[in-house]
């Protein structure tokens, strides 16, 4: 609404300046269009400066853009953050689009950028394009126990999927000039993780992906393989409008070329594509070898926290551990730090000063767990609450509520945990994150994240049990025994 009130203006002040020119003595005509020349010569650029806001029309998808656990994230959004930082304006994003939504509204010119994992294409010519961002290789992912497709000839006759629009469907039709056979289905409603689940479920025996995305999913998709590279790489770009002047096109170039100059386009690549989001469950003995090792000096801390804040000191210590492995000084990619792997916002709304402290972090993550577990409603019994406020600390309480509101839509009870599990990885699948306030999040992780704290709560539980038989005897045979009760610890359900 805004940006058409200012092109109105302009048509407007073209007509005014016209009439003047007609009616005004020519002595007066140069004062008049000086005055006025500022008027016209405005360029969408200036338009953008002079409203204070840059509108962006993107994906609700993991490499793109969705609420993390330090409010939104994904690739894209840093890039078109820090731009928008770099014009000194403020963002509007939309982000309840599909690709062909995004290039529908930059093409009619009701957003100002496209930025939604968008591929590079010169045939399109309601659009142009920024300079490329960076290389997307397509690959076959395929459901393991069968024979892995090495070839393109190994694809005939399987049922695969991709995303309609994304530009893997572009890399397919090439290759079908050449294997006439080849066939697949595509659809403009699916992300890679509703391929990656449905090859998972044996839906589809393969889906056409792009290798970074797989990256950041593969690991929740155990029965999902990557199989081979097909095509060659796409590029990544930015959309706008073909009709605008090219302002706005020309100083985005500028600040991808900055950015990829002073190597921040490599580092953001490497943030949210160079690694895996993995939550690894550390097995009984080593859990058991770190606790006895390392667990001693933060003990006092924990128990202190504990007692202030409502909470079993072991639940504290299992939290810690699955965060940083106790480590006062770890930092994850995404930039929350500390022992507690405190955000930046939610330091600052603990009043924690410094995060890397370990008494400052300790403290401020159970606080803050208290917060988490007081929103949770009082119907909510135990130990159930206490799952949810340990998922609401890994993906963030709106998340959760959206977790909520699909149980009851699927007619589960919001109010137990094992329901708000079977949901968690529902966030992932856009055809129920498009229904829920907060959109896409990564369920399966915040579920793996519940589960493995449990398991370290039971581990230290059975220790504190063991340590606390092992006192009531001879100290001379209790000197003796650690070891031996250490091997003989029972497997963790």
């Known amino acids: 609404m805004h940006r058409h009130f200012l092109r109105t203006t302009r048509r407007i002040a073209g007509l005014v300046v016209a009439l003047l020119l007609l009616l005004t003595p020519a002595r007066a005509i140069s004062t008049w269009s000086d005055a006025l020349m500022p008027m016209l010569a405005s360029t969408t650029l200036s338009e953008i400066k002079q409203r204070d806001f840059l509108e962006i ?3 609700n998808a993991p490499a793109t853009f969705h609420e993390g656990r330090q409010g939104p994230t994904g690739f894209e959004f840093e890039l078109f953050r820090r731009f928008a930082n770099d014009l000194g304006v403020s963002l509007a994003v939309e982000d309840d689009h599909h690709i062909s939504d995004v290039l529908n ?21 309601d659009v142009i394009y920024s300079q490329p961002i960076m290389s997307m290789q397509p690959m076959v992912a395929y459901r393991r ?10 694809l005939d006759g399987l049922d695969i999927g991709t995303v309609a629009g994304a530009g893997t469907s572009r890399v397919l039709h090439e290759l079908q000039k050449t294997h006439p056979s080849l066939t697949w289905r595509e659809s403009p409603d699916l992300e890679t993780t509703d391929l990656l689940a449905m090859v998972e479920s044996g839906k589809l025996d393969a889906a056409v992906v792009y290798a970074h995305e797989f990256k950041l999913s593969r690991l929740f998709f155990p029965n999902v393989a990557r199989a081979l590279p097909i095509g060659e790489p796409v590029t990544l770009a930015w959309a706008f409008p073909a009709r605008t002047d090219p302002s706005l096109v020309e100083r985005a170039n500028v600040f991808i070329d900055q950015m990829r100059r002073s190597g921040d386009l490599e580092g953001l690549t490497q943030k949210y594509f160079g690694h895996d989001d993995y939550l690894e469950y550390v097995g009984a003995r080593r859990f058991i070898a770190q606790a006895r090792s390392n667990l001693d000096q933060w003990l006092p801390d924990f128990k202190r926290a504990a007692i202030e804040n409502g909470f079993d000191w072991k639940l504290l210590a ?4 699955q965060e940083s492995h106790w ?11 500390g022992l507690m792997m405190l955000t930046r916002a939610t330091a600052s709304h603990m009043d924690v000063d410094n995060r890397e402290d370990p008494q400052q972090s300790i403290d401020g993550g159970a606080r803050y767990l208290r917060y988490l577990h007081d929103r949770i409603p009082e119907r909510v019994a135990e130990p159930d609450r206490t799952w949810m406020t340990l998922a609401a600390y890994n993906l963030g309480l709106g998340h959760l509520y959206d977790a909520r509101r699909l149980a009851r839509l699927q007619g589960h009870d919001p109010d ?8 968690l990885p529902l966030l992932q699948e856009s055809s129920w994150y498009s229904r829920v306030e907060h959109g896409f999040a990564r369920g399966n992780v915040a579920a793996l994240y519940v589960r493995n704290i449990k398991r370290y709560e039971e581990i230290l539980n059975w220790v504190e049990r063991s340590q606390h038989q092992l006192s009531s005897l001879d100290r001379a045979t209790a ?7 250490f091997e003989t610890i029972p497997p963790v359900p």
């Open 416 to 423: 137990q945990w094992d329901s708000i599990r079977e949901m």
């Open 145 to 154: 126990g069968m024979q892995a497709p090495r070839t393109i000839e190994d």
């Open 105 to 125: 509204n930059v093409a009619t010119g009701r957003t100002d950028i496209g930025a939604a994992g968008l591929v590079l294409d010169p045939l399109r010519g």
């Open 57 to 59: 029309a993107t994906r």
């Open 327 to 337: 480590k006062p000084g770890a930092v994850s990619p995404t930039g929350v730090k």
């Open 318 to 321: 299992a939290v810690g551990y």
């Open 479 to 485: 000197s003796n025994t650690p070891t031996a009760v």
